[in-house]
Each structure stands twice: as structure tokens, then as C-alpha cells.
């Protein structure tokens, strides 16, 4: 284990002179629970508010890098070769259309990493290895957060991102079956914060795809309020269209369209967020 269990927000988002930055993962093994949309939406609302943001898209789907305008065609060193080893993290970092957020994309290869892979000793390492070493190399912009998508799974690419992840970032969907998984997703956390990275924890539960004039995305909050009380964001991402909308035009809703409901959600996300961050901050200090 490294300096940074004995002193986990060294370097954090606000620090000066530091260097490691806050690495959040966004995890939920269902799909399509709003795991992608939080991470282009967040990330950009995070570096509109002027910090410096790196996603990594850890989904062979490459839905992230879609989504902020990185076509395929266009990725050519991708997380997968970071993982493999071929490549440093710092290498296949892209610019993408938002001033401030930078991306490493994905493809499918991604798929296939997690059978090339299961026999060495350091496979649930690789991507902390990476974000270690890219924090230290000195040679380009310095990153204050990290946002990893994940992929629909507890995989090993999960796993990766758990491993590397100061917390764990849950978005939830405000549905029926909105908790059904979230204790395995659970169990999965303590598993890890036991025996891979004690610092785990889960930073918070975004509810997304609110609807207020649905009874059942009232009482799915309720419940939800209930169980995991104030880890739950006061701030819900509504179900709004022009979230949904963004990506085909290969851009974060925030460029898309500032004023709708959901970028003004996901500004005020990146806001709560941050005053989390400060608040775990002090009360470490
Ligand atoms: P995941 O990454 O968890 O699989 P996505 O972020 O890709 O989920 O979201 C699944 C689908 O729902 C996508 O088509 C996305 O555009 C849409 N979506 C996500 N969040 C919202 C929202 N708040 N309102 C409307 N549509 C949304
Ligand atoms: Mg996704």
C-alpha cells in the first residue's frame, strides 16, 4: 500500500502545490442508470467551476468518449492499452470539446482485457498503477479530479476502478427496482476496502431520471432517503430530454444546452460535490 492511505486527501481537489487528485468512480452494475451521463455531465459542470478534470472511460462501449465528441475513428491509444501496459496513462490522453476536461477513451478492445489479463498477479492494480504514475510524471497538466465510467458490471474493470478510486460515485435511477443490486454493490465496496484499498468509501448516491409528477419517483427518493440517508445528494437529476439528446450531437448537455433543467442539475451537483469534499477535508484535518 502507498503514503496515500495514511494521508488520503494529500493532493486533493483544492490543495495547493499538490499533486494526486480526487479519483471518483462511477458504479452501478445495472446499465443504463445514468453511470455516463453523470460522468460527461458532472465532469464538464466540474471544469466549468474551474477544476481540471480527466475521465477515464473504462466501458468497451465507449459511450463516454461518444458523448464528449471523441469519435472512434479518432481514439487511437486507448484505455486499454493503458491497462495492458503498452502505453502510459499521459499518452493516450485526449483533448476533448470542454476547455478543462480531457479524456481517456475507449472501444471495444476493452472487452477482451479481462481475459488477457486474469493471470497476473497485478490485474486489479493496473489502473491505480497508471493514475500513480501519471500524478508524478511532471509532465503536463496536473488533473485535480478523476472520474472513471464503468462499465454494467462488478467486472474486473469495476474492480480496476474500485481499486483506484478514492470513492465511489452511485447513480441510481428512480425506478422500481432502484435497490435491488445496490447491496451486492455494497458487499462489493466492503470486499474491497478489506483487502485491496482501505480508503474506499462511497462518496454518495445521485438519484437520476427524477420525475416529481410520478409517485413512484417520490417514493423510490423516500425509500432510498431512507436507507442511505445522507449519503443520498440532495441534488436529483431529473429525467430531462435534452440529456438524452446531447450525445448524438457529441456533446455534454452543458454545451448542448446550459439553461435546461439537467445541466443546471448537474451544475448544482458539482457544487454539492465539492462541498462534500471540503467538509471530509476539514473534518480530517
Ligand atoms: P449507464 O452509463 O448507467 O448505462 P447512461 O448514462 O448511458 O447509463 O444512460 C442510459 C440512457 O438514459 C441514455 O440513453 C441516456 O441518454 C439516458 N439518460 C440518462 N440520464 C437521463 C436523464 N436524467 N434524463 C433523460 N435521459 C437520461
Ligand atoms: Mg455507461
Redesign the pocket.
Known amino acids: 500500500m502507498t503514503d496515500q492511505n495514511s494521508a488520503p486527501f494529500s493532493g486533493s481537489a483544492t490543495g495547493r502545490g499538490s499533486v494526486r487528485p480526487r479519483v471518483l468512480a462511477?458504479a452501478?452494475q445495472?446499465?443504463?442508470?445514468?453511470?455516463?451521463?453523470?460522468?460527461?455531465n458532472l465532469g464538464t459542470a466540474l471544469a466549468a467551476i474551474g477544476e481540471k478534470v480527466l475521465v477515464v472511460d473504462l466501458?468497451p462501449?465507449g459511450?463516454?468518449s461518444t458523448?464528449l465528441g471523441v469519435e472512434a475513428r479518432e481514439r487511437k491509444l486507448i484505455s486499454y492499452d493503458v491497462l495492458m501496459g503498452d502505453v502510459t496513462m499521459r499518452e493516450s490522453i485526449v483533448t476533448t470539446c470542454v476547455p478543462g476536461l480531457n479524456l481517456v477513451p475507449a472501444t471495444q478492445d476493452l472487452a477482451s482485457f479481462e481475459l488477457q489479463i486474469s493471470g497476473e498477479k497485478d490485474r486489479n492494480f493496473r489502473l491505480r498503477n497508471a493514475l500513480e504514475v501519471l500524478a508524478r510524471d511532471g509532465q503536463g497538466p496536473q488533473f485535480t479530479y478523476v472520474l472513471v465510467?464503468?462499465p454494467?458490471s462488478l467486472s474486473l474493470l469495476t474492480l480496476n476502478a474500485m481499486v483506484a478510486a478514492d470513492a465511489i460515485l452511485v447513480?441510481l435511477?428512480c425506478e422500481f427496482f432502484a435497490l435491488e443490486g445496490l447491496s451486492q454493490l455494497r458487499s462489493t465496496v466492503m470486499q474491497v476496502r478489506a483487502a485491496l484499498n482501505p480508503r474506499l468509501d462511497i462518496q454518495g448516491v445521485v438519484l437520476?431520471?427524477?420525475d416529481s409528477r410520478n409517485k413512484l419517483s417520490v417514493q423510490v427518493e423516500k425509500d432510498v432517503r431512507e436507507v442511505f440517508g445522507a449519503k443520498v445528494y440532495e441534488t436529483m437529476?431529473?429525467?430531462?430530454?435534452?440529456?438524452?439528446?446531447?450525445?448524438s450531437y457529441g456533446k455534454p448537455a452543458l454545451l448542448y444546452d446550459l439553461k435546461c433543467a439537467?445541466s443546471q442539475?448537474y451544475l448544482r451537483l458539482a457544487s454539492e460535490i465539492i462541498r462534500r469534499e471540503q467538509a471530509l477535508r476539514a473534518a480530517v484535518a
Open positions: 462511477l452501478n445495472k446499465g443504463g442508470v445514468g453511470k455516463t451521463t453523470t460522468a460527461i466501458d462501449q459511450n463516454a458523448g465510467d464503468c454494467p447513480p435511477q437520476t431520471m427524477f437529476i431529473p429525467r430531462n430530454v435534452r440529456l438524452s439528446e446531447a450525445p439537467g442539475a
